[in-house]
């Protein structure tokens, strides 16, 4: 069938001065036509004069009122827009690829870098502010917007507190329009201990990453397990004090010489005693057999020594102590009473919890998803790691749907094939990826 061009089916007269003729009447315009620009005239007014209203979701709006509580301050459930849910959360990782986790300085210059869910602040074993990290996220984010239209999302994930979280809430309610390129989800890094075949010690200590709870909530949680722990250091020293009165177990001195942070204590804290614990013992004898002041031997001999040679056994093997000086049984056997421990295969807790006890703090709240921190780690400690990890996913009650398969910060006398082994036992598993940072600073990764 021939189809003539519009051309031709319509005759347009137009006027020229010159031609004689006359310009073209117009054309009548019709009641219905009137009536539809009134419509639509009517719906323009409307969009000026009533804009459409923000909808926050019920997650970020719960986050509002614990902020007003917690600062006698009415904070508009707007100011933290920038604040995603577990439905957005999800939706965003979807998109992400291992590219977007790689901490490099070359990619951050290029802005591959656009996402990180795990990192840490100066409220645990970090060095960076809450201030001075939301400082170059922001403005980091700012310029990725500018250079690809992607805005930076991010995570706070500190070890078993979440007080760096709430003080990011704040600092984005008072400051909203500076974190308009970022989504933030509040994270925390939670630790629990479990049976370990395939360590040296019966029960170890993983972590799981958690995201999208109500951090109002939690930090009653993280404060009962900061008082456990806070104890446990306590009556371990003063046993140790018992059996042991001749020297001088201190636990300021305790804290200042592994640079512990006294307002949240590790993981395996007891560790930390037993390390102090047979150091000092051990300079103790060498100050005696030297007939010099133990305390200020013990001074002197860690004002020169890095952090993590702060044991007997680095100051014996440079001849700092006499070799014939030993571990003491009895410290040992203190932290063996205080860690977690089995008995008739049952593990025993006094200073952590149980995997348990995190699948039972976020069985009601929907909006909480867990991940698992760096799942190598996890793995190594067991037999049958594949079996291992499916038991937690299973026991975790559809709590756990991501893996940390991108995690950037294992050392690097860890084998990639294992990790990537690991990763692939989890390959059912949505994956994201973390810098881990514990630097004073974030975005400069070169400083």
């Known amino acids: 069938m021939k189809v003539s061009s519009v051309q ?3 005759s347009h007269s137009v006027y020229s001065p010159n031609s004689g003729s006359s310009p073209a009447k117009k054309r009548a315009v019709s009641p219905e036509m009137i009536m539809l620009g009134a419509i639509v005239s009517a719906v323009a007014v409307h969009k000026i004069t009533h804009p459409v209203k923000k909808v926050c979701s019920e997650y970020v709006k719960s986050l509002a009122a614990g902020l007003s ?58 060095k960076i502010t809450v201030k001075k990290l939301l400082d170059e996220i922001s403005e980091y984010s700012d ?28 600092i984005i309610s008072e400051n909203p329009e500076k974190f308009k390129n970022v989504r933030f989800i509040p994270g925390v890094e939670l630790s629990f201990s479990h049976k370990a075949p ?26 009962k397990l900061q008082a456990r722990r806070n104890n446990t250091i306590d009556n371990m020293l003063a046993d140790i004090r018992k059996a042991l009165p001749l020297t001088d177990f201190n636990k300021d001195e305790l804290i200042k010489t592994y640079n512990l942070n006294p307002d949240c204590f590790m993981m395996n804290s007891q560790w930390a005693v037993n390390h102090y614990a047979q150091t000092k013992h051990a300079v103790t004898i060498q ?99 594949k079996k291992a990890l499916s038991s937690l996913v299973h026991k975790s009650n559809g709590l756990i749907k991501i893996s940390e398969a991108y995690h950037q910060a294992y050392p690097e006398n860890v084998s990639l094939d294992k990790v990537n082994e690991t990763n692939d036992y989890l390959k059912y598993l949505i994956k994201i990826g973390g810098s881990d940072n514990h630097k004073a600073t974030y975005i400069g990764v070169n400083e």
């Open 287 to 385: 100050a005696s057999r030297r007939g010099v002041d133990a305390s200020q031997l013990y001074t002197d001999i860690m004002k020169d020594i890095d952090v993590k040679n702060r044991n007997i056994w680095y100051l014996k093997k440079n001849n700092v102590l006499d070799k014939d000086i030993n571990e003491t049984d009895i410290i040992s056997n203190v932290r063996k009473k205080y860690e977690p421990h089995l008995i008739n295969n049952q593990i025993v807790l006094t200073n952590e919890s149980s995997f348990e006890n995190l699948t039972d703090l976020f069985k009601d709240d929907d909006n909480v998803v867990l991940s698992f921190a760096h799942p190598y780690f996890t793995a190594m400690k067991f037999h049958n790691p």
């Open 198 to 223: 395939n360590a040296l010690n019966p029960c170890e200590i993983s972590e799981v990453l958690a995201y999208g709870f109500n951090p109002f909530k939690v930090d009653k949680y993280c404060d």
């Open 69 to 126: 509580e917690m600062t006698g301050k009415k904070i508009n459930p707007l100011s933290l827009s920038c604040v995603m849910n577990k439905a957005e959360f999800v939706e965003q990782i979807l998109k992400l690829k291992k590219n977007n986790y790689t901490y490099t300085p070359e990619n951050i210059k290029n802005f591959g870098f656009q996402a990180d869910f795990h990192m840490h602040t100066n409220y645990t074993d970090g």
């Open 8 to 10: 031709s089916t319509h």
């Open 143 to 170: 310029k990725l917007f500018q250079r690809t239209g992607r805005k930076f999302i991010f995570s706070i994930s500190d070890h078993d507190s979440v007080k760096a979280v709430k003080d990011a809430l704040v």
